[in-house]
């Protein structure tokens, strides 16, 4: 079966690969129709290991997708062939400890696709175990399933952060989850959002929402954007969504006292925390990591159109040119929020 193969770092080839696709009693096989390139697949692309996940063989990427039931197994009712689903990539060991306490995001044993030594799924089928596939409402499209994955992040990091109706929200970064951050937090009952950035083009995609508020760090800081808001009070919840250990400095001069900062963005350098200026305001940390029990209402959000993420989705490639929209996601174009590939085409 063809599929996008990450050979090694900084070599990308469509070609054939033996795949598992034996399905097992509570699984299903899925025929693969769309499916996002994450941040994550690039930078295994451009530097072959995310922390401790490096690339030693071959590996399929992609992990953000939609597709078709064309298989069910045995024990399988949840859904039938011809259904239109997304899937929650994450499959973790159901006896674990971090699964029973409901934290399976955590669990040391979870099998992510397109995570070293898993595969993921761009190729043209996918068995997937039932109890993390879901089925698409008739009004959300293939497109829009894809993005699901991406959205539970935002998700996770509006639970975590444990919003109050009418509170004010930040967040630092307006890249693909940064955005996504800010739409849950509105969702999540924050009566706006802040959002920084240095790139004009991103922010202005953004600020197509109603409700989130554009703050150019090439012409203030944040912390005077916010200040401005609040009457120097601060923003009740501050999300960290940009990955970079810069962002970290003054961090805790965003938020209010008794706020919380989410940290959501995965830093590559040492970050330098201010640990008095946390306690000095009793400020809660809470870390994303992920999400957890979080998909179906991403999905259920996104269908009852009070989350819109059609205009997110900047390009939409063919399978056959899954080599170029990586390497058009390298070039981190400015308006480019996500970009998709179609494995196959609808009947």
């Known amino acids: 079966m063809q599929a996008l193969v990450l050979e090694e770092k900084g070599v990308l080839a469509l070609r054939d690969i033996d795949?598992?696709?034996?399905?097992?009693p509570e699984d299903v096989k899925i025929a693969i129709h769309t499916v996002g390139v994450c941040g994550s697949d690039v930078h295994y692309?451009?530097?072959?290991?995310?922390?401790?996940?490096?690339?030693?063989?071959?590996?399929v990427l992609g992990h953000e997708a939609a597709g078709t039931v064309v298989e069910v197994g045995e024990n399988v009712r949840s859904l039938s062939v011809g259904d239109r689903v997304c899937m929650e990539p994450g499959?973790?060991?159901?006896?674990?400890?971090?699964?029973?306490?409901?934290?399976?995001?955590v669990d040391p044993a979870v099998r992510f696709w397109a995570t070293p030594p898993v595969h993921g799924i761009l190729a043209p089928y996918a068995v997937h175990p039932a109890a993390f596939t879901y089925r698409l409402p008739d009004n959300v499209s293939f497109a829009e399933g894809a993005m699901v994955e991406p959205f539970a992040i935002g998700m996770q990091a509006a639970t975590r952060a444990r919003i109050v109706p009418?509170?004010?929200?930040a967040v630092i970064g307006a890249g693909p989850i940064g955005i996504m951050v800010a739409l849950a937090a509105l969702a999540g009952g924050c009566s706006r959002v802040l959002i920084s950035d240095f790139s004009a083009e991103k922010l202005a995609i953004a600020a197509a929402y109603p409700g989130i508020e554009p703050?150019?760090?090439?012409?203030?800081?944040f912390a005077a954007a916010i200040a401005k808001a609040t009457g120097g009070w601060g923003a009740d919840v501050v999300f960290e969504?940009?990955?970079?250990?810069?962002?970290?400095?003054?961090?805790?001069?965003?938020?209010r006292p008794g706020g919380a900062v989410v940290l959501v963005g995965l830093p590559v350098d040492t970050v330098r925390f201010d640990v008095p200026g946390a306690i000095s305001k009793e400020v809660r940390v809470e870390t994303v990591f992920r999400y957890a029990?979080?998909?179906?209402?991403?999905?259920?959000?996104?269908?009852?159109?009070?989350?819109?993420?059609?205009?997110?989705?900047?390009?939409t490639y063919a399978f056959g040119e899954s080599i170029a929209?990586?390497?058009r996601a390298v070039e981190a174009r400015p308006t480019d929020v996500k970009l998709q590939i179609r494995v196959q085409e609808e009947n």
């Open 91 to 105: 499959v973790p060991d159901p006896s674990s400890r971090a699964s029973k306490l409901g934290l399976y995001n």
């Open 215 to 221: 703050v150019n760090l090439t012409e203030t800081t």
């Open 293 to 315: 029990n979080v998909f179906d209402r991403a999905l259920e959000l996104i269908a009852s159109g009070k989350v819109d993420l059609k205009p997110l989705i900047t390009g």
């Open 241 to 255: 969504a940009s990955g970079s250990a810069k962002a970290f400095d003054g961090l805790f001069d965003l938020v």
């Open 325 to 327: 929209a990586f390497e």
């Open 166 to 169: 009418g509170d004010v929200g």
């Open 19 to 24: 795949l598992p696709l034996t399905v097992g």
């Open 45 to 59: 692309y451009t530097h072959g290991a995310i922390g401790p996940y490096v690339v030693r063989a071959p590996m």
